[in-house]
């Protein structure tokens, strides 16, 4: 039997809502409820005393929270122990779960919940509107999962179950804290002190509105903590605080990333949220189906892959959500596209038919598709815009129409989607020899287009391969851009059918002597000029992965160099920075023309965590040596361009400072090793690129076939947690496409 404490000072609508839940979500026989009221004077004592059920101590004054839990422990009678805050409401499983956590082992003395408002990192990433939203949450929620229980150095009482051997051993809440504040902290001390370990249940979850007896009371509040803590203070020698609530990281690698478990198991837990948020969206996609609305079906899967690319649900593919393309592309329910559009198809070339679903100016998948159309010139090349023609450049239509293909908007034609994915199907079966899909990794009209046999082979370009993506097993061929993410394509994403296809580059600009660009930009000739290139979210601070610090150590170390940030505004931190550095590191904000810092340029500087392979790439074919410090664990954190026999980037901090060091002092070596990376480049992604182009044109299927969806295993490793860690530090979970 479990005795759980509830004390009550007002606020009936709280403790009502409390102990009904109670009643609802506690298996009978296996508890009783003891209430302890501080003299209310808003109807609850008369409430509490109509309740059979209930065991009701009431207090003619009010004797604050440490004193009225030890009332409740002494009534209980020697049972276990259950403090609960009467601002909670407690949820299906959750006594159940607490209580295999407290037994499972003759150490632990006390288990507590997570919930969505409580200090000492016991909070989780949640989000509801309602009780019955919150309850279905936490229905998903509390399952026991004994790899989610965290060891402690503290627990909040507003939800904490106490073995009844601990309180015999250790005694009673401590009254000196009353009314209320840090006896928590402090039973917390004593419980450790005598041996017993503390764990925080993370497959359980109370819900906690938090503060109601004394949020009314803020100065007071605060004059209460000042006071209390000094309390803790002078009786046990330090801080309530003083040390982490969970344990360091141990792991060489993972401590990189995250300092303590805690941090670490947020993230773990965000991303099971995500999941049960994907798959809510992919039920609603389904049911839609199975009502034969395919459209709204397509928009549902549209929607839950937006969310699942940016906020990462713990995997990069759903095999779910693949099969369900295959039943929308197979339905009979699709009608043909109207009205029809008549494209040609050249005679004398190999018809290649590129499909995005958005264009932008600058660099990206839209360059990749530009280079490629006007360095595969033995073909006709066509293009299909299927969401959002707007932002697509014009030098990208002039690139198709110039090889002999055309250009046509989807979206401007007033099609559904379930039409234009028939229509690209029909245009490509009747005018494309090879289909190549850029699309983005939320829409729906290629995957769908190509979810069934047809006459063209079809070639996945996987630009986006960091995060979560469609329609890559309705390919014949995925291709990836680099090592790394070939080998999440193969390993995690589970296809096999990959290939290597160098990103396609434009032969490279004249540069000015050093020494003129150096004197254009007021920087003495010997000075060693750093560059890079970058989007502010690859430069997100995640634990000690800190680009800024990088900078502030480089310009330390090496007095004679200036460092420019291009795509960086010059505000806030980097303003600062550039005073603190004396000038030397310096923002430039969004730069039009490169070329006078890329001519100025001894070495260019990656990104970091989230190096930029395509500006690193840019920098190295026109002879810049390259240099970046990969994060270690997570493949998407891996962005080496080169063969081992030019090496660029470290995952080793030692081996990166020591190739550095090398490059910043001796200019013979440094200019060697550019010559060195620059020949490689250039034959890769430009001189040879067509004949690479060729060998994968030749490894295709003479037609379009469907292979089988790879079974995946859906549990989140440690890489997941780190690009959801990353996802969330950049600001990338606040983006959506457009």
Not at 284 to 307: H, P, R, V, W
């Amino acid at each position: 039997m479990i005795s759980i404490i509830v004390i009550t000072y007002n606020k009936l609508e709280y403790s009502k809502l409390c102990i009904d839940s109670i009643r609802k979500y506690t298996k009978q026989g296996t508890y009783k409820i003891i209430v302890i009221d501080n003299c209310s004077t808003d109807g609850t004592i008369a409430w509490l005393q109509e309740q059979s059920d209930l065991r009701v101590i009431l207090n003619s004054v009010n004797v604050g929270f440490p004193t009225a839990c030890n009332q409740g422990i002494i009534a209980a009678g020697g049972n276990d122990i259950m403090l609960l805050n009467n601002d909670t409401i407690v949820t299906p499983g959750w006594l159940d779960n607490l209580e295999k956590c407290l037994l499972s082992a003759d150490d632990i003395g006390a288990a507590g919940a997570v919930t969505n408002n409580c200090s000492n990192f016991q909070t989780i990433p949640c989000k509801y509107d309602s009780i019955n939203q919150m309850l279905n949450f936490a229905r998903e929620f509390n399952r026991s999962d004994p790899t989610l229980w965290e060891n402690r150095k503290r627990l909040v009482a507003y939800c904490m179950l106490i073995k009844a051997e601990v309180i015999k051993k250790i005694g009673l809440l401590d009254e000196i804290f009353t009314p209320g504040n840090y006896e928590d902290d402090d039973y917390s001390v004593r419980i450790r002190n005598a041996g017993y370990r503390l764990l925080l249940c993370r497959d359980t979850f109370v819900h906690h509105f938090g503060s109601i007896s004394f949020g009314a009371q803020s100065a007071q509040f605060t004059l209460l903590l000042q006071t209390n803590k000094q309390k803790f203070i002078d009786k046990w020698g330090f801080g309530p605080h003083s040390t982490p609530s969970s344990n360091r990281i141990e792991d060489e690698e993972l401590k990189q990333w995250f300092a303590y478990e805690h941090n670490f198991n947020y993230y773990r837990q965000y991303i099971d949220n995500e999941r049960c948020k994907f798959n809510e969206l992919l039920d609603q996609a389904e049911y839609a189906f199975l009502t034969g609305d395919c459209e709204k079906a397509m928009t549902m899967i549209m929607n839950s892959a937006n969310t699942a690319h940016h906020s990462h649900p713990g995997f990069l593919t759903s095999p779910r959500l693949e099969r369900l393309l295959r039943r929308i592309a197979a339905t009979s329910e699709v009608q043909p596209a109207f009205p029809m559009i008549v494209v040609p198809k050249a005679a004398d070339k190999r018809n290649v038919l590129h499909i995005l679903s958005q264009g932008y100016s600058g660099g990206g998948h839209t360059k990749t598709v530009k280079n490629w159309i006007q360095m595969d010139t033995c073909s006709a090349h066509s293009i299909l815009i299927t969401l959002n023609s707007d932002t697509t450049p014009p030098e990208l239509s002039a690139a198709a129409m110039e090889s002999g293909g055309w250009y046509i908007a989807l979206d401007k034609v007033g099609l559904s989607l379930v039409q234009r994915a028939k229509l690209v199907r029909d245009m490509a079966n009747s005018a494309a020899d090879i289909v190549v899909l850029h699309i983005h990794p939320h829409d729906p009209v290629g995957a769908v287009a190509f979810a069934v046999s047809s006459n063209s082979p079809v070639i996945f370009v996987n630009h986006a391969y960091h995060a979560f993506s469609i329609g890559m097993t309705c390919a014949d061929i995925v291709v990836d851009h680099g090592t790394p993410a070939q080998l999440i394509t193969q390993t995690i994403r589970g296809i096999g059918k990959s290939s290597r296809l160098p990103l396609p580059m434009e032969a490279p600009p004249e540069l000015e002597e050093k020494g003129i660009a150096k004197e254009k930009l007021g920087i003495d000739e010997k000075e060693i000029v750093f560059l890079t290139t970058a989007k502010a979210f690859r430069l997100a601070l995640c634990g000690d992965y800190n680009f800024k610090n990088l900078l502030k150590d480089l310009c330390g170390k090496y007095p004679n160099a200036t460092f420019f940030v291009a795509g960086i505004a010059e505000s806030g931190e980097w303003a600062q920075l550039k005073s603190e550095s004396n000038n030397r590191i310096k923002a430039l904000g969004t730069v039009g023309d490169l070329r006078i810092y890329q001519s100025a340029a001894d070495i260019y500087l990656d990104s970091l965590p989230l190096g930029s392979p395509e500006d690193a790439l840019t920098s190295a074919i026109l002879g810049i040596p390259v240099i970046g410090l990969n994060g270690v664990i997570a493949g998407q954190f891996d962005s080496e361009i080169a063969s081992a026999n030019c090496k660029t980037h470290f995952t080793n901090r030692d081996e990166f400072y020591t190739a550095l060091d090398r490059l910043v002092a001796d200019a013979d070596y440094r200019r060697e090793t550019g010559r060195r990376l620059q020949v490689e480049i250039l034959q890769n992604h430009h001189l040879d690129w067509a004949k690479s182009l060729e060998q994968l044109y030749s490894s295709l299927p003479s037609s379009h076939t469907l292979s089988d969806i790879p079974v995946l295993e859906e549990k989140p490793g440690q890489s997941d947690i780190i690009w959801s860690y990353f996802q969330h530090q950049s600001g990338l979970i606040h983006s959506r496409f457009g």
